[in-house]
């Protein structure tokens, strides 16, 4: 075997342009289907960060008592919690009535891990401890209301009305936010409220079902947790489709390569037949003469795969290190990317591996035609007609 | 002993069925120095190539050593010309992506010669054939006569029982052709070899043990 090694090599080495022109080929598609890889998976980070950042956590937690602090929910992998209380009432302005899901909010909190305030058009933010709310532009509108006017809020609770002052309007683009609720601070409508829910941020790396697998192991059955897998099967439907769409264009990409290499290969291996069949001559039996060209082409295709894997990492970190690819342009009106649409491509063991892993697979599979008609040919025949 | 029974060797192309040999027959004593000679298309590398098992014949046998070459599968087949067979081509085929010295070791290697017995044998080789110094010279950088000279090394290399050499000279000029036999035949004899070889050169020819005239796939005289 180390004989077949060292004589596919030599070919390899002392063939240097045909050989080059051959690597270059699975070089440049295994650099390509890294970086695009790692783009894609960028794409799906990117929708989670922007669906996730802007309200809702990765994970949602629901009637959660009110005697549990949300210091109980702070985990390994768990970046922040976010507690809010929703109050059912109605908004009051003038003569303008307008129902409302009232979501009470640390503002402090808020500001460290949602976009919600990023989305601010007009005004600003709401403060701890003041007596504002904060409200979507069409809430604004349907009660003609303004930045620093004063509304009234009626609880369905039938507890004591509140008076509130506008500190801002907010835009988000997503239906459910901006339609129906409003935000204000959790401390300042004094209603009795049993439950409240938790918006769960996660450090970067982390998986949102094991965390949740963590809080139902440890936390009693009637705590509801969802991750944002499951409060978002558009999000998860569209990241599915993206892989999918993913592994179909890399098996194109390698299937045309392959193919590629195959034909290529065979010319080249017509160019040498000759030779071959002088090996065949000095009893070099078709198994052995296959092992060669199956060397030569997985030896080709290692170097080759190696030397792509480096480029498309590296092409990785360069894009990483100039802060990503700014789609904003082609995204500003698409709901998963509501905050920013900046794509920064990530490399896992999908990306990176897959590329390398597939261009192997077809290399071997493209040294097949060639290995087989080479080792078919019978000696005589090649030296004669050659 | 080398021995050809009746063997006919049909080929078919574009003018039909061509008879490259019809049944010839003839013995080769163990090392002796065989010349094969005739026209152009008379079927001498037809020949050299069934007494080598490169092709398999419609009818005959071809015995060489006590092994008849139908008789053996494609593998035993490849093994007894690893083991047992030399061949020098009309151009010299070296292996192109190998130097002078890879390709001397290639046969070597093939039968398991490695270490220093490969490397003392193949030293020995360039030095007979002139070449002590153009062990890492590609073939493309040797005149076709130092080619010729390296294809022979290979050829004998692994010390083999029966050396095949088809047309050697037709490449060379007259004084490089005769020095490249003599070469040829200095090493057969030392090593107890048989060789046949084919050439239209009558002077060469001469200087064979036995001659053998082919015409129109037949043996004459």
């Not at chain 1, 938790?198 to 965390?211: D, P, Q």
């Not at chain 1, 490399?347 to 591996?353: D, T």
């Not at chain 2, 220093?116 to 044998?121: D, G």
Request: include cysteine; proline fraction near 3%; aromatic fraction near 8%.
């Amino acid at each position: 075997m180390r004989f077949w090694i060292k004589t596919a090599s030599l070919f390899l080495f002392r063939s240097g342009r045909s050989t080059a022109v051959l690597s270059f080929m699975i070089l440049t598609a295994v650099a390509s289907l890294i970086f695009l890889s790692s783009l894609s998976v960028g794409v799906n980070d990117a929708m989670i960060r922007n669906s996730v950042s802007l309200y809702s956590g990765h994970i949602s937690g629901f009637a959660l008592p009110a005697s549990l602090g949300r210091e109980s929910l702070i985990r390994e992998g768990v970046a922040n919690v976010l507690k809010r209380n929703s109050i059912p009432g109605i908004l009051s302005y003038q003569d303008r009535l307008e129902t409302v899901m009232m979501i009470g909010v640390q503002p402090s909190e808020e500001k460290k891990s949602t976009a919600i305030p990023e989305k601010t058009i007009r005004g600003r933010y709401l403060q701890n401890g003041e007596r504002e709310i904060f409200l979507s532009k069409l809430m604004a509108e349907n009660l003609n209301i303004s930045v620093g006017d004063t509304l009234r809020f009626n609880p369905r609770t039938g507890a004591v009305p509140v008076r509130l002052t506008v500190s801002g309007v907010y835009r988000t683009g997503i239906d459910q936010l901006d339609r129906g609720i409003a935000f204000y601070p959790i401390s300042v409508i004094p209603v009795k409220v049993d439950t409240w829910s938790a918006a769960v941020f996660l450090k970067e790396g982390a998986e949102a079902e094991s965390v949740i697998n963590n809080y139902r192991h440890e936390l009693p059955e009637s705590y509801q947790f969802k991750s944002w897998r499951e409060m978002m099967p558009d999000l998860r439907q569209l990241i599915d489709l993206e892989n999918i769409s993913m592994g179909i264009v890399m098996i194109l990409v390698f299937g045309v390569v392959s193919l590629g290499i195959a034909c290529a290969f065979v010319i080249f291996i017509l160019k040498n037949l000759r030779e071959y069949g002088v090996m065949k001559a000095m009893g070099v039996t078709p198994w052995e003469l296959t092992l060669l060209i199956v060397t030569e082409v997985i030896l080709m295709n290692l170097v080759a795969s190696f030397i792509g894997s480096i480029i498309g990492i590296l092409a990785v970190f360069i894009v990483d290190r100039v802060g990503g690819i700014d789609l904003t342009t082609f995204t500003s009106h698409n709901p998963y990317f509501v905050v920013s649409g900046v794509i920064i491509p990530r490399l896992n063991v999908y990306s990176l591996c897959t590329p390398p892993v597939v261009a192997f697979l077809c290399g071997l599979v493209s040294s097949i035609w060639p290995a087989v008609l080479v080792a078919r040919k019978k000696a005589a025949e090649v030296l004669r007609i050659v | 002993m080398i021995r050809v029974e009746s063997v006919t060797k049909e080929y078919r192309s574009g003018r039909g069925y061509v008879k490259a040999l019809n049944e010839v027959s003839l013995n080769i004593e163990e090392g002796t120095i065989t010349a094969i000679t005739g026209k152009s298309g008379s079927g001498k590398t037809t020949l050299l190539n069934c007494i080598g098992g490169l092709e398999s014949p419609e009818q005959g046998s071809v015995t060489c050593f006590g092994s008849n070459l139908s008789a053996l599968s494609r593998k035993a087949l490849c093994l007894f010309q690893r083991r047992h067979v030399g061949f020098v081509f009309q151009h010299g085929n070296l292996l192109s992506y190998l130097t002078v010295f890879e390709n001397i070791a290639f046969p070597l290697a093939l039968n398991g010669i490695e270490g220093k017995k490969k490397a003392k044998r193949i030293e020995a080789l360039l030095h007979r054939i002139g070449l002590s110094k153009a062990g890492a010279a590609l073939p493309h950088e040797l005149s076709g006569g130092e080619i010729q000279r390296v294809s022979v090394a290979r050829a004998m290399a692994h010390w083999p029982k029966m050396l095949l050499a088809d047309e050697p000279t037709a490449s060379l000029d007259s004084d490089t052709g005769r020095s490249l036999i003599r070469f040829m035949f200095e090493m057969g004899r030392e090593q107890g070899c048989t060789i046949v070889f084919s050439t239209h050169d009558l002077e060469i020819i001469e200087l064979a043990d036995n001659r053998i005239y082919i015409r129109d796939g037949s043996l004459e005289g």
